[in-house]
């Protein structure tokens, strides 16, 4: 009885603990907006944003400047950016480009009536919602008394503050990641609802191909399915608006400002990916880049042929989550152009770790400890030294997941 009790009171201090948490945060969050970039207020703020990129895109759209050919234009975009914060905006060459795929814009064009402020936090607030509805649907992964812990680095990690801060896409990245793994784990028709979560991470599709190859792998057909369907209704919708050819301007776009060094906001020393670490060593090149790519591609799908090589029957559970933790961070590590922003989706391999962590048995401390190793507010500092950081920690926790993948089937052939 009295053990009964202890326990309820713990659970009820650790949810005192995350709510006062989460209070914390969102009065800190409150005072940054209404205080930020004075004497304009939120509208300042929101105006210096990442969201004024999509903004300005959504205005061009509403302005019947939505075709590719106008879309992508540079110039059109530096004046429209222009008349929309005269007094917010301050970006290196005077402009933040827009180099989502048109749907992205598409889809906030009922926005552009309101006041710019109006929008972001309504922006801001879909990706608040969309981080507690896939921190929900993370909590199987751990048991009862660590599911605090997430909730705890989740809004501790700055990457996340980044997110509600600059109203960038993030959030919505990691629930696609989080509903195709929520999809797989439970399989058959699930399948196409994975595939079709998966569908958000169309934002930003660089992270697609590694994912896509892990499917096809698997010969999740289904999962392929509800993905293809997803790209296809995303493509149509932005045909309608930016003609049937805007792949062809938008990759354009694309190619040439992630080719940018120290230009429109890109600065391949501050990313945290491969490139960061090869521009360190004044080694920059798309050669490189896509050689050191393609070789932890590999790596990957020779950790996955491995696995089935000491295992029969379907795949386990506990390897499924494994796996698509490790394909998260080789996501970010060959990503060309990637946002501080877009470390929020190594949530997922830092859930997986835990989880892994406390149902076999470690100590709450070296739990505590492999949480901390990914989501650990270390990316408030930019620069070549910090991002060498990070990359290193990146790729010992790719090294780790591939490991613990086979760890159950290597156990087994050593007792053999």
Known sequence: MQQRSLIEQQARFRRLVVALLLLGIGLAIAVRYLLADLPFGLAGHASSSDYLNIFTAATLISGGHGHASDLYNLALQTSAQQQLAPYGAHFPDGLLPFISP???????????????GTGFLLWVALELTALLLLLWLLAPLLPPR??????????????????????????????????????????????WWAGAGFGLCLLKPQMLPIFIIYLLYLRRWRAIAGFSAVAA???????LVSGFDWPSAY??????????????????????????????????????VTAVSVFTGLLLIFSWWRTHQFQSGPLQTSTLDLQL????????????????????????????????????????????????????????????????????????????????????????????
């Open 102 to 116: 048109p749907f992205v814009a598409i889809v906030i064009t009922p926005l552009v009536g309101l006041p710019i």
């Open 146 to 191: 660590y599911r605090y812990l997430l909730w705890l680095g989740a809004f501790a990690f700055m990457p996340v503050q980044q997110v509600l801060d600059q109203g960038q896409v993030s959030c919505l990245l990691l629930l696609g990641i989080v509903l195709l793994w929520r999809g797989l784990r439970s399989g058959g028709n699930a399948d």
């Open 233 to 239: 209704a995303w493509y149509l919708l932005s045909a």
């Open 251 to 288: 990759l354009s776009t694309v190619n040439w400002v992630g080719n940018q060094r120290n230009h429109y906001s890109v600065y391949p020393a501050g990313m945290f990916s491969w490139r960061a670490a090869l521009a360190g060593f004044d080694a920059d090149s798309t050669l490189l």
């Open 325 to 416: 933790a490790a394909i998260t961070v080789a996501a970010l590590l060959d990503s060309f152009y990637l946002n501080n922003q877009d470390l929020t989706v190594l949530l997922f391999s830092g859930a997986v770790l835990l989880g892994w962590a406390a149902q076999h048995g470690w100590p709450t401390w070296a739990s505590v400890l492999l949480l901390a190793d990914l989501l650990a507010p270390i990316t408030a500092v930019n620069g070549w030294p910090m991002s060498l950081l990070v990359i290193t920690t990146m790729a010992v926790t790719l090294l780790t997941l591939v490991r613990l993948s086979l760890w159950p089937e290597l156990v087994a052939t050593v007792k053999t």
